[in-house]
Each structure stands twice: as C-alpha cells, then as structure tokens.
Antibody
C-alpha cells in the first residue's frame, strides 16, 4: 500500500536550519510531483512547495521563497525540504503529499513537527 | 493568489443530519480544480473530492461535491459519527500558489 513517512523535524532556534525527509513506498515515486504542506498550531493547512516528478521545476509559497528548497532523489524514492533562516512563524506540522494529475493531493504522510523557538 | 473562504466556520449537527459546507473563491477556479479534504486530529488529511465533484477512491457516496467558477459545496447526506472533523477546500492546477480554505469544523450537537 502507499506509504509516505516524514522525518527530520525537531526544535531549532530562530535563524537555524533543518532538513526534512519523506520516504515513499507503494507507488512509482519518479512518476509524480510531490508537495510539502504545513499546519501551524491551531491553524489550517498551508501549501509550502511543489516539485515536478523529475525535479526539473519547483514552486514555492511566498512565505518560504528564498529560504526553503524542495528536492528529491528518485533513486531512493525520497523527498526533501531544506529549511534555512527559520522563523518562529515556521513552527508547524509538515506533511508531504503526492501531487496527482492536475494537482490534488491523494496520499499524505502523518507529518513531522518543527518548532522554532529561542 | 486565489483566496478561498469557507463557511460556516463551525457547523454543529447530529448524526443522521445533512451537512452543507461552502467554499467561495476570490476569482474563478480554472477547470473546476477544487478538492475537499477531511482532517482529524493526529491523522493525515484524507482526500474526499477532486475536480469539484469526483469522489476519491473508497469515499462513501454520502459525500458529494458540486459547484464551479467561484462557488463550491461539499454535502454529506447523512452524517455518521466518524464524519465529525475539520473539512478543507483546496484549489490547485495552473494557478499558483495552491491555496486552502481556512476550514470548517463539523462538530456533534
């Protein structure tokens, strides 16, 4: 069955860096775009970034552009999110999700928590 | 950016009731690229509807989606106890950034 397992979350000080991973199984990873979506405490879902199936293009929310980098390793069926210059407002549960056809998200991981605090 | 506004913020109903959730977009959503998700605490969001009205695999037929342009609706015909959750609408496709509504909390009356 399809599985997406995020890891790499933790506590980091403002200005710090963190890299999240999402290990995928159960489908052909290299055939699908992938998204990162986050949920801040008590808030709704916020799209963060998208990477094309082959890694050739990526898109970002304005709130993270220039600070976060989405990447993938199709040989290891793994998605990454490198987060730099972290801010308190980046505190959230970060989900990876499969971007299917036109772009809805049909499979999601359980999320990994990121807390930015001094 | 397409802003999605969901109403009501909270909907209090009883099992067996009919639920109608609204999602209004600040501009037309192209090709009905609108999805609905159910989200329960501690769980991954679950895709219910895509393309405004197509049910995802395994979703019971009590869930239905409708609408086009700027006005979309999720209807749950007869609420089951497991349906009480937060529901989000989501627009995707060629219009970036992808955006979500702020959510409607469906709770038990």
């Amino acid at each position: 069955q399809v599985q997406l397992v995020e890891s790499g979350g933790g506590v980091v000080q403002p200005g710090g860096s963190l890299t999240l991973s999402c290990a995928v199984s159960g489908f052909t990873f290299s055939s699908h775009g992938m998204d990162w979506v986050r949920q801040a405490p008590g808030k709704g879902l916020e799209w963060v970034a998208l990477i094309w199936y082959d890694g050739s293009q990526s898109m970002y929310a304005d709130s993270v552009k220039g600070r976060f980098t989405i990447s993938r390793d199709n040989s290891r069926s793994t998605l990454f999110l490198e987060m730099n210059s972290l801010r308190v407002e980046d505190t959230a549960l970060y989900y990876c999700a499969r971007h299917y056809l036109s772009g809805w998200n049909d499979h999601w991981g359980q999320g990994t928590p990121v807390s930015v605090s001094s | 950016e397409i802003v999605l506004t969901q109403s009501p913020g909270t909907l209090s109903l009883s099992p067996g009731d009919r639920a109608t959730l609204s999602c209004r977009a600040s501009q037309s959503v192209s090709s009905s690229n609108l999805a609905w998700y159910q989200h329960k605490p501690g769980q991954a969001p679950r895709l219910l509807i895509y393309g405004a009205s197509s049910r995802a695999t395994g979703i019971p037929d009590r869930f239905s989606g409708s609408g086009s342009g700027t006005d979309f609706t999720l209807t749950i015909s007869r609420l089951e106890p497991e349906d009480f959750a937060v529901y989000y609408c989501h627009q995707y496709g060629i219009s970036f950034p992808k955006t979500f509504g702020q959510g409607t909390k469906l709770d038990i009356k």
